[in-house]
């Protein structure tokens, strides 16, 4: 097993005074592409807040949060290490940016290029081949406000990826995306994890969990509630407790969709 990215150990954390996370234990790889599922409220934002310190974890005794086995880091060095795409991202960038200044921002930490923030050649290129890989070319110098939500999605994704990242966490990544939309995403990702990034997908859609996860976590109330293989968590019975909803599970060239489970609907 290669090196833990991340370690949180009887782990807490309040937003708006309120406990979003609590007996937190996660241990995340490097290679270890993993889906943390859950539903509304479990905590999932929150989680990813915590990843890339914009949230802040309750200091006490026996409890720990190491990222790349340290404590203590520097931001700009965690940002080159995990890129993060999340919900509040996708609305902060000015409409008239062109979509090759959003991903090219990411370098330097901004919502588009100041005066002093002039990417070298090398960094121009490599913004362009990520466009070129997330199917972007065609949209080098479009304006953000004129982009699909699909579009957006994928850009952001590239601007995520522009420090060549480790680690790629995602926080419900098909939010509000159509069919062609939310396929074009999975097609990108499936790619991503092919050629060696490390995806970390946090989500309540089971029909978006690539072949190529390894590993599912539930998380319910703000903790881990369980842990497996996408074989042994991805189940009518486990899933249907997850939601607290009676499911059936179909599955098909690696993929599941969940329906209501049919012997229940005299109930409703």
Same mark, same amino acid.
């Given at each position: ?26 241990? &995340? ?14 905590? /999932?934002?929150?989680?990813? /807040?915590? *990843?890339? =310190? ?10 720990? &949060? ?34 090759? $200044? ?49 579009? =957006? =999605? ?6 995520? &990826? ?43 859609? *089971? ?6 996860? /390894? ?15 996408? $074989? ?18 179909? $599955? ?17």
């Amino acid at each position: 097993m290669a090196e833990p990215w991340l370690e949180i150990s009887n782990g807490e954390a309040w937003l708006n005074r309120k406990t979003v996370l609590r007996n937190l234990n996660l241990r &995340l790889h490097l290679g270890e592409s993993t889906t943390i599922l859950g539903p509304n409220g479990a905590g /999932k934002s929150s989680l990813v /807040k915590l *990843i890339d =310190r914009t949230l802040l974890p309750i200091v006490q005794p026996h409890s720990h &949060l190491r990222l790349f086995g340290r404590t203590n880091v520097n931001l700009w060095d965690l940002r080159r290490r995990i890129g993060v795409l999340n919900s509040e991202l996708e609305l902060r960038f000015p409409p008239a940016a062109a979509a090759l $200044e959003v991903v090219l921002s990411g370098l330097f930490g901004s919502m588009r290029l100041g005066r002093d923030q002039v990417p070298t050649t090398q960094q121009q290129q490599v913004a362009r081949n990520l466009m070129q890989r997330l199917g972007l070319d065609s949209i080098l110098d479009q304006p953000y406000r004129e982009l699909s939500d699909g579009q =957006r =999605r994928r850009l952001l994704i590239a601007r995520a &990826l522009v420090h060549e990242p480790e680690v790629l966490v995602l926080d419900e990544p098909s939010r509000a995306l159509d069919l062609q939309a939310s396929h074009q995403l999975i097609h990108c990702l499936r790619q991503l994890c092919r050629q060696g990034t490390t995806l970390v997908q946090v989500t309540h859609r *089971i029909d978006t969990i690539i072949p190529e996860m /390894k590993r599912v976590l539930f998380l319910q109330d703000g903790t881990i509630s369980a842990d497996g293989t996408p $074989e042994n968590m991805l189940t009518a019975e486990r899933l249907s407790g997850l939601f607290s909803t009676p499911l059936t599970v179909v $599955e098909s060239g690696g993929f599941r969709q969940v329906l209501p489970d049919p012997t229940t609907w005299d109930a409703w």
